[in-house]
Nanobody, 121 residues
């Protein structure tokens, strides 16, 4: 079984910072591509940042220069450091993994439960 567990969400003032973490279980982590998505009420889920199994990262234009995605292949975690937060960043943030479960050969997409980030005064 695969499980992704996010943490670190909360309420922060505009201009502040938060770091989200995602712990993974049951997935071949070092062979998986990881990503953070977010979804605001009434809007589609969008890719915020991604990092491949090889360590190459990419970002949504709206967060470039402010957010940093990283992975730890020993702890099997992926993090998202968010700086200079804006009200537009308010959303539920989801951890995503694209990879294989231990004992299986097929690759698929897995999702965490989500963590709320609210940027407000």
């Amino acid at each position: 079984q695969v499980q992704l567990v996010e943490s670190g969400g909360g309420l922060v003032q505009p201009g502040g910072s938060l770091t989200l973490s995602c712990a993974t279980f049951g997935i071949i982590f070092r062979g998986s591509d990881m990503a953070w998505y977010r979804q605001a009420p009434g809007k589609q889920r969008e890719l915020v940042a991604g990092i491949t199994s090889g360590g190459t990262s990419n970002y949504h234009d709206s967060v470039k220069g402010r957010f940093t995605i990283s992975r730890d292949n020993y702890k099997k975690t992926v993090s998202l450091q968010m700086n200079t937060l804006k009200s537009e960043d308010t959303a539920v943030y989801f951890c995503n993994a694209q990879g294989a479960q231990y004992g299986r050969s097929n690759s698929r997409s897995y999702w965490g439960q989500g963590t709320q980030v609210t940027v407000s005064s």
